[in-house]
Antibody
Framework: EVHLVESGGGLVQPGGSLRLSCAAS????????MSWVRQAPGKGLEWVAN????????YYVESVKGRFSISRDNAKNSLYLQMNSLRAEDTAVYYC????????WGQGTLVTVSS | DVVMTQSPLSLPVTLGQPASISCRSS???????????LSWFQQRPGQSPRRLLY???NRDSGVPDRFSGSGSGTDFTLKISRVEAEDVGIYYC??????????FGQGTKVEIK
């Protein structure tokens, strides 16, 4: 059974940083593109970033370019999202998702950016 | 960016009755290899999203056959043949043909009358 478990969320001040992690199991992690998708409180879904199999290709939504960095460690079956220069509008539940079209999702981790 | 527009945004339905959600894209979702990367997701209250359908009409494992998808080009539809109580939630369409960015519809809230 596929399992994706996010961690690392919390309360951070504007301008601060957080690193999210996603531990994967139940599938061949190194054989799957991986993504981060977020959902602001009471809002819809927004793709944030994705990464190819070996981490050599990374793509971001315009609003996070230069501030967020996606990475992966295939030896540890883990996906990461380094978030810097956080803004109030980054407040959301962040989900990691497997595959090109998100065939599996984690339970999400809440990031709150507030002073 | 491809804009995905869903309608209606709110859908009250009677148990056992059919329901239909429309999703329209601002440009054709047919890719250069002939695939149409249009997916549907269900998000039940308090839960993570779950993919129901991919490439327009292919059901994911464990998805009841009362869910079906159809459409082509820019117009797509999710149908529930007979709504059950467990179908309450928000439904999103998403395109993966023209990216980045991947884009979602605004979501359609399905509730029981």
């Amino acid at each position: 059974e596929v399992h994706l478990v996010e961690s690392g969320g919390g309360l951070v001040q504007p301008g601060g940083s957080l690193r999210l992690s996603c531990a994967a199991s139940g599938f061949t992690f190194s054989g799957s593109w991986m993504s981060w998708v977020r959902q602001a409180p009471g809002k819809g879904l927004e793709w944030v970033a994705n990464i190819n199999l070996d981490g050599s290709e990374k793509y971001y939504v315009e609003s996070v370019k230069g501030r967020f960095s996606i990475s992966r460690d295939n030896a540890k079956n883990s996906l990461y999202l380094q978030m810097n220069s956080l803004r109030a509008e980054d407040t959301a539940v962040y989900y990691c998702a497997r595959g090109w079209t998100y065939e599996s999702w984690g339970q999400g981790t809440l990031v709150t950016v507030s002073s | 960016d491809v804009v995905m527009t869903q309608s209606p945004l709110s859908l009250p339905v009677t148990l056992g009755q059919p329901a239909s959600i429309s999703c329209r894209s601002s440009q054709s979702l047919v890719s250069s290899d002939g695939n149409t990367l249009l997916s549907w997701f269900q998000q039940r209250p308090g839960q993570s999203p779950r993919r129901l359908l991919y490439r327009v009409s292919n059901r994911d494992s464990g998805v009841p056959d009362r869910f079906s998808g159809s459409g082509s080009g820019t117009d797509f539809t999710l149908k529930i043949s007979r709504v059950e109580a467990e179908d309450v939630g928000i439904y999103y369409c998403m395109q993966g043909t023209h990216w980045p960015p991947f884009t979602f519809g605004q979501g359609t809230k399905v509730e029981i009358k």
